[in-house]
């Protein structure tokens, strides 16, 4: 599986960006895409997932109401609006995929259960 991001940039407080994430490979049966950020100094945390078939979301509480995480099946594609951005959401981001095949499995929050991952955009918020 290879995921690649696209999106991300430079942005003023109040702002939107939209990023994108295209899955490839064998993705058969996989079901849950999401979206960390890592900003410097910290720890990579957890912002948002999709389970791709029902559509199902989970958002940190620090971006529940301004992002919004979506979903493209037949292009294998999840995407991040992100709204009302602050300072404090600049970070590189990073989407990644839950390699767990089947549709039963929640979505998690921890990093350590995300196998794939694509490669790091820098979101730059301005204030």
């Known amino acids: 599986v290879q995921l690649q991001a696209f999106g991300g940039g430079l942005v003023q407080a109040g702002g939107s960006l939209r990023m994108s994430c295209a899955a490839s490979?064998?993705?058969?049966?996989?079901?849950?895409m999401g979206w960390f950020r890592q900003a410097p100094g910290k720890e990579r945390e957890f912002v948002a997932a999709?389970?791709?078939?029902?559509?199902?979301?989970r958002y940190d509480g620090s971006v529940k109401g301004r992002f919004t995480i979506s979903r493209n099946l037949a292009k294998s594609t999840v995407y991040l609006q992100m709204n009302n951005m602050k300072p404090e959401d600049t970070a590189v981001y990073y989407c990644?995929?839950?390699?767990?095949?089947?549709?039963?499995?929640?979505?998690?929050?921890?990093?350590?259960?995300?196998?794939?991952w694509g490669q790091g955009t820098q979101v730059t918020v301005s204030s």
């Open positions: 990644a995929m839950d390699p767990q095949r089947g549709y039963n499995s929640a979505i998690s929050t921890s990093e350590g259960r995300y196998e794939y």
């Open positions: 490979g064998d993705t058969v049966g996989t079901d849950v």
């Open positions: 999709i389970k791709l078939r029902s559509g199902v979301t």
